[in-house]
């Protein structure tokens, strides 16, 4: 009798392992998309800001123009067309896994969102913002990762998570810093059911990424280290500065998106368009004001301020980036503030050493990496993380554990909570998904 029912026994075999093929299948193609969509993002990135510089060394007050009509324009086509796509977009992928499973997430996280989110993000960079590519990127992965889950049967909590790991890890070739960003930042949780998919998300676009681009330190490998001594007097000091000025930036992020009172919060509510405008205008004369090249990632700044050249970076660039990426955030349209968060911390640091006339600017210049960094998303282990994976520098991991712990709790003294699940609260219903501020 036993023998009757193999034949569905093996049918039951059969469909489980065709559909853990499917599952697997899936991943490794999203896993592979996110790759290929992070390379090009970063491709496409660095045109768009090598066309603005050679812009503006062609027609030095050509960003007068540029960048407020730039600002209008991607504000407009983002409300428009793209809603949802504002900001950096990691607040969009935590709010859209915060979902029920039976709520739609189309209006946080799709390929529509995605590829508009990629447009007005190099129409932002092009207009000379103060922008990243990196947040952005996480929305992109977890669109992928959705569209690509769709035909079987996995969490789409898990989906989001994994491609949103994968975006982290291939925008800056940091696998770890993906894994523990999903843990700290998108999940505020160790989720065992979804750390599976995670791991091999993220290993698969870390290594898509590394056959096309090949194996690389995203700030080169640094050296420097922390001598005995009257040195060590940076550390509280440039977690002090980081922590406080990550807080506020946080916490202006934050009160901006809700909306201001009075006459400048209806003015805001009533002319978006023209208020990114304004804001553009804003980053434009900080350039001039400062002397110093505020628009884009702010990379080639902070590169150069952890290898030994901090003499090429203005003590006015680190306050004049901050000022300029919270205009570029505040105005909605689509870019991050990753990779510009690091390059505020940078120039902070100089300004720390500065202070302090000591020999060891570019490692109190990585301090004020993590530092800042930390007080703007309050997720202390991913700064420290990140920051080390970037330069491959293990004699600073400690006093980078320690300016970051320190600097996660000034910040939120100054701001509740870190910026994008600060911000993930605008995103809570679909009706708030076009809203005049939606940032971050």
Not at 204 to 228: E, H, K, N
């Amino acid at each position: 009798m036993p023998r009757l029912h193999r034949p569905k026994v093996y049918a039951r075999y059969s469909r489980a392992e065709a559909a853990h093929l499917r599952r697997q299948m899936l991943f490794l193609a999203g896993g592979i998309g996110v790759g290929i969509a992070a390379v090009l993002m970063a491709r496409a990135a660095d045109l768009a800001q090598a066309a603005f510089r050679a812009g503006v060394a062609a027609l030095p007050w050509l960003p007068l123009i540029v960048t407020p009509a730039g600002f209008a324009l991607s504000c407009f086509l983002a409300r428009r067309l793209f809603p949802g796509s504002q900001g950096s977009g990691i607040p969009q992928v935590i709010a859209a896994r915060k979902l029920q499973p039976a709520e739609p997430s189309e209006h946080l996280v799709s390929l529509r969102i995605a590829g508009g989110k990629i447009l007005l993000m190099l129409l932002g960079l092009l207009s000379g913002g103060a922008l990243g590519r990196e947040g952005p990127t996480v929305q992109v992965g977890a669109a992928i990762m959705q569209a690509a889950g769709r035909v079987a049967s996995i969490r789409r909590s898990s989906l989001l998570l994994a491609g949103g790991a994968a975006g982290v890890a291939a925008a800056f070739n940091t696998p770890l810093a993906g894994i523990v960003f999903a843990i700290e930042e998108l999940s505020r949780s160790f989720d065992s059911k979804a750390s599976g998919i995670v791991i091999m998300t993220v290993m698969l676009a870390g290594l898509t990424a590394q056959m096309l681009l090949g194996d690389y330190t995203y700030f080169g490998s640094s050296y420097v280290t922390l001598a005995p001594g009257i040195a060590w007097i940076a550390v509280p000091m440039v977690a002090v500065v980081g922590g406080a000025l990550g807080g506020l930036f946080n916490r202006l992020n934050v009160a901006w998106s809700r909306g201001l009172p009075g006459r400048a919060g209806a003015f805001v509510r009533r002319r978006p368009v023209v208020t990114a405008a304004l804001l553009g205008l804003v980053v434009a004369l900080l350039g001039f004001a400062s002397g110093s090249d505020v628009s884009g990632t702010g990379y080639e700044t902070a590169r150069a301020a952890i290898h030994q050249t901090p003499a090429d970076v203005g003590l006015w660039y680190g306050p004049a980036k901050l000022i300029a990426t919270l205009a570029s955030t505040l105005s909605g349209i689509p870019g991050g503030i990753f990779s510009p968060s690091l390059s505020i911390g940078a120039g902070l640091g100089l300004d720390v050493a500065h202070l302090l006339d000591v020999d060891a600017a570019p490692a109190i210049a990585l301090l004020g990496m993590c530092a800042y960094l930390a007080g703007v998303v309050q997720a202390p282990l991913t700064s420290v993380v990140i920051v080390q994976e970037m330069t491959l520098n293990h004699a600073m991991l400690l006093p980078l554990m320690l300016v970051a712990l320190i600097a996660g709790k000034i910040s939120s003294l100054i701001a509740p909570e870190g910026v994008y699940h600060a911000l993930a609260r605008n995103f809570a219903a679909p009706a708030k998904a076009d809203s005049p501020a939606d940032s971050g």
